[in-house]
């Protein structure tokens, strides 16, 4: 291995879970059954090739209520665990009856919101996951929560900062207190929002996540005008940061860990393109490496299409 790539490959301990080294499949959404062969066998690949963490994609904590349950999830933990690859999962807040917005939802239905936060993590934990990572990012449910711009709320979960952390926070005190100590909490979150939050503001609220227990903070998007700059401010928390953005190209990965702007990499679409970019770069291999192009045709044209997503320059992997 090229000397320059070690840190990549230096393990870290977290709440107990070891990962291998410092590149994380992030969570992307692969149109796959995540309890079937197909899915398996997905997530099976990108461990065997040589990542630390695979953390794997946004999925609605209703489904915990039917038809995702220890026992079918178990086989796809044992997958990835059994290549040496630590095991999380994006947990995405589901709509109540069709409402999706802050201002929609009912106390009940945050009531609800929680519980089911709760249960998912209880599944989570009972089918071996080495973490949980509510999705708290990307505009989605959660997130809308702590954006001045989505919620509009009169009640406590709204109005001012305090107000808008309020769900996120108890989303992770939840957790925690389901999970005990022994299970890594996860958090993605978004730096910031055009017009709307600002860095000050999420950098409040990551202190705040961390007293209530997540362990890692997995910034999205964290690389703007340089890679994972976006990432850097919260390192200052003191618990270790996920950066994410073309980090397959190798120099992008090495500037964020060696400018102290993350403790992780994440390779999202890279890994789509080649699983196996981790024990390829470890090995030395680097011509052999299938790179990225960042068309966005196989994976997010896919995903938009409602296809299982694939790398378009070579297919199925
Ligand atoms: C097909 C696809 C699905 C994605 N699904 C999710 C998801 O489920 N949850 C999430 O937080 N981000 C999701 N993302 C975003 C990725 O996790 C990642 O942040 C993004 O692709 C940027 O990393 P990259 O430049 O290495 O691809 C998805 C991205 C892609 C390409």
Redesign the pocket.
Known sequence: MAPEYAMLFEPLTVRGVRLRNRIVC?????NRNIVGDDGIEWYRRIAEGGVGLV?V??TRTARFEEELKAENLSGLVEAVKGEGAAVAI?L?MSPVDGRNSPDSLSRDDIALSLERFCKSAAICKAAGFDGVEP?G??GFLLNQFFSKRANHRADEYGGNLEGRMRLGLEVVRAVRSEVGEDMLILY?HTPKEPGGYTLEESLEFAWRLAGAGVDVL?I????EKAPGDLAEPFRRIGIPAIA?????RHERAVEALREGRADLV???????ADPFWASKTREGRLDEIVQ?R?C?EG??G??RAGKP?ECAQYGRM
């Open positions: 992030p969570p992307m959404v692969t953390i994609e946004a994006q995405f999705h990012a990307h993605r997995d999205s998007p964290a690389s994410v953005g073309q980090m397959a994440a390779i999202g679409r890279g890994l789509i990225c960042y966005n994976c997010f896919n995903l997503i």
